[in-house]
């Protein structure tokens, strides 16, 4: 995909926007970086080209109901969204979590859901009867 921006999206991490949810364990190497508070919003905000990125730094943090509208919204406006631990993001399992990164560009995804990923995945959460 040709990625998604309003003016020019950034050419390489030290040089993007990017919004967070939670707090990184280490810099992400980011020009500036916001925490607004919803993640299907935020998505919403990489569709558009306000932000460069977001990268959610919670582990097992989000259901499907708080991206999947920000994902529908990116993939139309031609931004990658994925989980930083290579799942599907589309499950329709209310105790699955995921953890999007997104990006207005593949060279900035990519950068930026490696960055994320932690050297072992999460183990999943087991639901509680």
């Known amino acids: 995909m040709a ?3 309003r ?3 950034a050419s390489s991490p030290g040089r993007s926007l990017v919004a967070l949810n939670g707090v990184p ?3 992400l190497e980011w020009a500036q970086c916001r925490m607004f508070g919803a993640a299907a919003l935020d998505l919403c ?3 558009a080209g306000l932000i460069d ?3 959610d730094c919670d582990t097992e943090a989000h259901g499907p109901w708080d991206y999947l509208g920000g994902y529908l919204i990116c993939r139309e406006a031609g931004a990658d969204v994925v989980d930083a631990f290579d799942r599907d993001l589309i499950t329709v399992d209310h105790t ?3 953890t ?3 990006a207005a560009t593949p060279e900035l995804l990519a950068w930026f859901a490696a960055a994320r990923r932690p050297p072992t995945p999460p183990t999943p959460r087991t639901a509680t009867p």
């Open 53 to 55: 990125a977001y990268v």
């Open 25 to 27: 364990s280490r810099h």
């Open 45 to 47: 905000r990489v569709a």
């Open 3 to 5: 990625g998604a921006w």
């Open 7 to 9: 003016h020019r999206a």
């Open 100 to 102: 999007p990164v997104a």
């Open 96 to 98: 699955h979590r995921r």
